[in-house]
């Protein structure tokens, strides 16, 4: 199938030449236009993509940062909303294929086929110029939210909130395990639960710092997938 003027539009923006433009065209294919091949597979891989990508930018960006602020920093980045933000910079709504329910709906301009476009998409130029290609292009439209990672304004309980959200589950509960230490030196131990059974502890001087701590260890531990 030859790409029509839409999707050779966002192939300009992307600013990458397509050897196999079909990857393209499945990439902007949604699952309601049964009559082709969708973008579901390739949205799987490019999630890993662009998990790997942004891993690797933030390691390099800040040397000095730990595991669970590295974990919040790459859940902001890769979430499903950050993605479609990236997707309608780009104008890829304005390519994507689907069946006319969609497309009666404003199926262009909602959140998670953005977001999954945009995961497509980079596996479609992940695919076609290797990870090289994908690497340039998902530094390049991402650009200033990297390095403004560093200085991430979602704290980690609003971020595994985020995080829950996104997958359909209710808000994590923080359960108080223990207080250890005098009256003057307080060891508090939390708990953060997930409604689907995983959860993790923290500790810290006081209760809402062993939050934030147990937080960011559960979100470490978490699959990265908005």
């Given at each position: 199938m030859k790409p029509g003027r839409a999707v050779e539009a966002?192939?300009?923006r992307l600013g990458h030449r397509f050897a196999r433009p079909e990857l393209l065209i499945e990439a902007l294919t949604h699952p309601s236009l049964a009559t082709s091949a969708h973008n579901q597979r390739l949205e799987f891989l490019g999630d890993r993509v662009l998990g790997l990508v942004i891993a690797e930018a933030l390691l390099a960006a800040d040397p000095t940062a730990q595991e669970g602020a590295l974990a919040t920093r790459l859940n902001a980045l890769v979430r499903k909303?950050?993605?479609?933000?990236?997707?309608?910079?780009?104008?890829?709504?304005?390519?994507?294929?689907?069946?006319?329910?969609e497309m009666l709906t404003g199926g262009r301009r909602k959140t998670a086929l953005l977001g999954d476009a945009m995961e497509a998409v980079i596996a479609a130029v992940y695919l076609d110029g290797g990870y090289d290609a994908a690497r340039r292009l998902i530094l390049d439209v991402w650009g200033e939210r990297i390095t403004g990672a560093n200085v991430v304004t979602h704290d980690a309980k609003t971020a595994l909130q985020e995080w829950a959200q996104a997958r359909g589950l209710p808000p994590p509960e923080y359960v108080d395990v223990s207080r250890d230490g005098p009256d003057h030196a307080p060891v508090f131990r939390v708990a953060a639960r997930l409604a689907d059974g995983r959860a993790a502890e923290g500790e810290a001087s006081s209760k809402r710092a062993a939050q934030q701590a147990a937080a960011e260890t559960l979100l470490a531990s978490l699959e990265v997938k908005p």
């Open positions: 966002v192939a300009a909303e950050t993605c479609a933000e990236v997707a309608a910079e780009l104008g890829i709504g304005t390519g994507l294929r689907m069946g006319r329910s």
